[in-house]
């Protein structure tokens, strides 16, 4: 059943637990082995307990009881844990769910009392009021509000969360499909109600004694009933008992499991939901970056037409070179400008003389005019006996 794809029917939620459960009965029971040596090593620990000292069991009676109360609460979560990788087609054994359920054991027990406030507190205020319907209409109140926490321990054991975000998860989760849960499991409860009453037609049409048996059944208190069903498989033999009291055991595990494996695999398809919708939302939003500039619409009229020289060198074979040139200007003026500044970058740069240069450069020019001058008058001075004649002997 792949549960990532969106939303699953209910009959694909109840088909998948059916398969999840059976494939992970094998795994549920060698940790049911693994828990009962434990809590009967802890048993043991307190029958010993009396031979050492009278007082050692009233010291130990304390931390034991919360130890079964503990694994009470690991179990279930190693369950969830075992039946999550059977819904995601992956492995886990008894052994490394048990293990690694035992941090979250102990954060749904932190979670557990955090929600127990407020609904203590309303309760409290409730019963002040001595009024039957309002206490009624408070406890309704109270388990439609905490519906979203029935995924407080998937949350805690299969996303990894803390007590408080465990609580945010779980309430995220079931408020964002409230109204389909509700109605998934008002679905269930019809369906279950209407499966027992048939059983019931179907037994009372077949068997009236077994019919008769199962409506005192349901009238025995608890206490009581050991006791009833003690004298009413009096007469049955012993082999039966232990076979009969086998199925039934495996019965009432394959019902927890497919139980669990369905509230397992609704939290996941409604959690994989959640995030495929919110990715969704998240590519839809375009988010614009400074490397990204807004282009502002340009007219049509106002848009250059961009024509290379190749294109219309064709129509331009029979004009002259400054034709071409003044062409190549006008239909490419961004390489033309690019080609004017790079040859105005190769001029020299231009001088900007101050006035001390000034006065520096007319004295230069005026020390050079008098050496000139001297230069002159020696050579006229030079007498004419040393001069050569231009004539020619």
């Known amino acids: ?33 693994l828990v009962l040596l434990f809590c009967g090593l802890l048993t043991a620990i307190i029958f010993l307990s009396y031979f050492i000292s009278p007082v050692l069991p009233v010291i130990l009676q304390i931390p034991l009881s919360l130890a079964f109360t503990f694994i009470g609460l690991l179990f279930p979560m190693a369950i969830i844990q075992i039946l999550a990788a059977k819904l995601e087609k992956t492995g886990m054994s008894a052994s490394e769910a048990l293990t690694s359920s035992i941090v979250p054991a102990f954060y749904s027990i932190i979670s557990s009392l955090i929600l127990s406030v407020p609904a203590m507190v ?20 109270i388990f ?30 079931g408020s964002a499909f409230y109204t389909r849960i509700l109605l998934i499991f008002a679905s269930i409860a019809a ?18 004694e077994w019919f008769d048996f199962l409506l005192n059944l349901s009238r025995v208190p608890n206490e009581m009933l050991p006791f009833y069903l003690g004298s009413s498989f009096a007469s049955v033999s012993k082999p039966l008992l232990i076979a009969g009291a086998v199925i039934a055991a495996a019965l009432y595990v394959f019902v927890f499991l497919v ?87 190769d001029r020299m740069p231009t001088i900007l003389f101050d006035e001390d240069m000034m006065k520096q450069l007319a004295e230069n020019e005026k020390q050079m005019r008098e050496r000139k ?9 030079t007498p004419d006996s040393i001069k050569m004649s231009d004539k020619t002997l």
């Open 1 to 33: 059943m792949e549960l990532k794809n969106g939303p699953v029917s209910v009959l694909r939620l109840i088909s998948g637990s059916l398969q999840a459960a059976n494939q992970a009965f094998g795994s549920v029971i060698v940790a049911i082995i």
């Open 122 to 141: 309303v309760l409290f205020a409730a019963c002040l009021s001595k009024s039957t319907l309002v206490i009624i209409l408070v406890y309704a109140a």
């Open 144 to 173: 439609f509000a905490y519906i979203p926490f029935m995924f407080l321990q998937p949350a805690l054991v299969l996303r990894q969360q803390g007590p408080i975000s465990a609580i945010k998860y779980a309430w995220e989760v």
């Open 191 to 208: 369906g279950i109600l209407i499966l027992c009453l048939g059983v019931f037609c179907v037994v009372k049409a077949a068997k009236p």
């Open 259 to 345: 139980a669990e494996a369905f509230l397992t695999a609704l939290f996941l398809n409604l959690d994989y939901s959640l995030r495929i919708g919110d990715s969704r939302e998240m590519d839809s939003i375009e988010i614009p970056t400074a490397a990204q500039p807004v282009q502002q619409p340009v007219p049509a009229t106002a848009a250059p037409k961009q024509v290379s020289v190749e294109q219309e060198a064709i129509h331009t074979e029979s004009l002259d070179e400054n034709t071409v040139r003044h062409l190549q200007q006008v239909y490419n003026p961004q390489e033309h400008l690019d080609r004017a500044i790079d040859q105005d970058e």
């Open 373 to 381: 001058e001297r230069a002159q008058q020696q050579e006229d001075d």
